[in-house]
């Protein structure tokens, strides 16, 4: 197996490190607590004081994407989601994405220009990286941010044209959601409250795709980590 973890029947930690959680959060969703929940409350709210509607995210179909969609239909905001596979779209569409476009498509890059010019999104969200970070940077409009979370694509990232960073005062940056504990420390209690609240009332809710028994784990565990867009968990 490629991924890692450790196990434990106890661990010794902080108090101020730890978080009580409320008896409605679920088991599932308590385990994927901090960083997709907070990282989707921290960068939306990078989105809202931006003051633009649309916004655009790679890697749509993930669980993050997936919660910032929420937040974003909530609020009445307009998010355009990259995916991989057009099965992605429909479910895409029913949260609250305005726009899913397959990045895997022949006209793709059209459909991106013709999306880009009618929506104006000005705040990038992006996990990817490589060529497609770099096809939507290009046709987005003058005072875009571009913000880096993630490299889930190894190939190198171009800059087509550099100029833009010059005279359309565009802008390359990154988010780490450990800087932004740090930078913000009164922000993070309210946080995690909000984030509790939205999965005990189903507004969110962890995707799951198997919940493995411990003495299953090392039969299952290869076969379940390969399936797409779903947490795997051991259980005792």
Sequence with gaps: MSNWGAWAEYAVAEAASCIPLLDTVRDEDAAAMIVNPLTALAMFDIVKQEG????????????????IIGLAKEEGFRPIVTVRRDEQIPLLKELGAAHALNEKAADFEAALREVMKAEQPRIFLDAVTGPLASVIFNVMPKRSRWIVYGRLDAEATVIREPG????????????????????????????????????????????????????????????????????????P
Aim: aromatic share 10%; charged share 30%.
């Design 52 to 67: 633009e509607k649309a916004f655009i995210m790679t890697a749509g179909a993930s669980q993050l994407c997936k919660l």
């Design 164 to 235: 833009q960073l010059i005279f359309q005062h565009k802008r390359i940056e990154g988010f780490w959601l450990a800087e932004w504990m740090r930078q913000f420390r009164d922000r993070l209690g309210p946080a995690v409250l909000e984030a509790q609240k939205r999965f005990s009332d189903g507004r969110w809710s962890t995707d799951v795709t198997a919940v493995v028994p411990l003495d299953e784990a090392m039969a299952r565990l290869s076969d379940e980590l390969v399936k797409p867009n779903g947490k795997v968990f051991v259980k």
